[in-house]
């Protein structure tokens, strides 16, 4: 991609319209001319190194971080987001869900979805509030993130799981035109992991959804058009299968992960990552040299392997990421 996208026609058919958006912050360019077009309803999975931008993006889309320069279109080009803050941003509805779950926990499944719901806030209509239709679209909601036999457990006895699935449903509740999720399965089990993406595919069916993870099977089970961020651009667009095939004319660093993990050996993905958080792109080169190296020290030498990004760590640590 040049950069640019084409003009009118593609900003009239697009639901949210990224154009040449650049971010610096003390002379580091966290977002490098940035364009990205995603259509009404569809659903797009973005990956990415740490530092490619694209917890960035989601903040500049959400008002919370200005750009330097670029377009950031909303609705077929009819709002400009640079415009409004985050609350209007949020009215306008784009709806953001963070890695860490967020829920009242000391609040039923259902009175958390109900506080979130998009409805009149105003002091009259509290004090007047009768459930009118409010209880069929909690039921509904409720369906839909497969939590309707928890609806008067407290948020806070649900597992990490549920609560994900519970604050999925709080930002469905608000009716948004578009939602930002990011790392939905980041500490989750297989199992839930499989749940999330059925879930996410079925929102998916009445909502426009950008979903940023780091999980490359859950990406694959998504089936849906992936975007590969690098150093704040778009560096490649397609599905899973075609941006792994285009990695061998990309791997400067191929080379060099391959002598240096000629005397490790390689670990992938499992429960053990998962359950603590993690989030690497496919294997872990371990390293035997480095079995007493810190895991914090911001020196820690990372390599590239496979369309990867992933750090030489001691295997004691295999699963976690230096920060």
């Not at 279109?73 to 963070?98: C, H, M, P, V, Y």
């Not at 996410?200 to 959804?209: F, P």
């Amino acid at each position: 991609m040049d950069g640019t996208l084409d003009s009118s026609a593609t900003v009239t058919r697009s639901l949210l319209y990224l154009d040449g958006v650049t971010v610096s912050f003390d002379g580091f360019r966290a977002l490098n001319d940035l364009s990205l077009e995603l259509a009404p309803g569809e659903m797009r999975a973005i990956i990415g190194p740490n530092g490619a931008g694209k917890t960035t993006m989601m903040d500049v889309i959400t008002g919370k971080t200005r750009p330097d320069v670029g377009d950031v279109l909303f609705d077929q080009g009819s709002i400009d987001l640079t415009t409004k803050d985050e609350a209007a941003i949020a009215q306008l509805g784009i709806g953001r869900k963070f890695q860490k779950p967020t829920v009242f926990d000391n609040h039923t499944v259902e009175d958390n979805l109900l506080l979130a719901l998009k409805a009149d806030r105003t002091v009259r209509r509290n004090l007047f509030w009768r459930p009118n239709g409010d209880a069929r679209r909690i039921g509904e909601t409720l369906d839909t993130i497969g939590l309707a036999a928890h609806r008067r457990r407290f948020a806070g006895s649900l597992s990490h799981g549920q609560k994900q699935w519970l604050e999925i449903g709080m930002l469905i509740a608000q009716d948004p035109k578009l939602l930002l999720v990011d790392e939905p399965v980041a500490g989750m089990t297989d199992a839930e992991s499989m749940t999330t993406a059925e879930l996410l595919k079925d929102i998916a069916k009445g909502h426009t959804v950008i979903v940023v993870e780091h999980d490359m099977e859950f990406v694959r089970r998504l089936g849906v058009k992936v975007t590969v961020l690098h150093e704040g651009s778009v560096l490649a667009e397609g599905s899973i299968d075609e941006v792994s095939a285009r990695a061998p004319a990309r791997r400067q660093g191929h080379g060099a992960a391959r002598r240096l993990g000629a005397g490790g050996r390689f670990h992938r993905r499992g429960e053990r990552e998962r359950a603590r958080g993690g989030g690497l792109f496919g294997p872990v080169i371990v390293i035997p040299e480095f079995a007493n190296a810190n895991i914090r020290d911001p020196g820690a030498r990372y390599v590239e392997e496979n369309w990867c990004w992933v750090p030489a760590l001691c295997a004691q640590a295999c699963a976690l990421r230096p920060e």
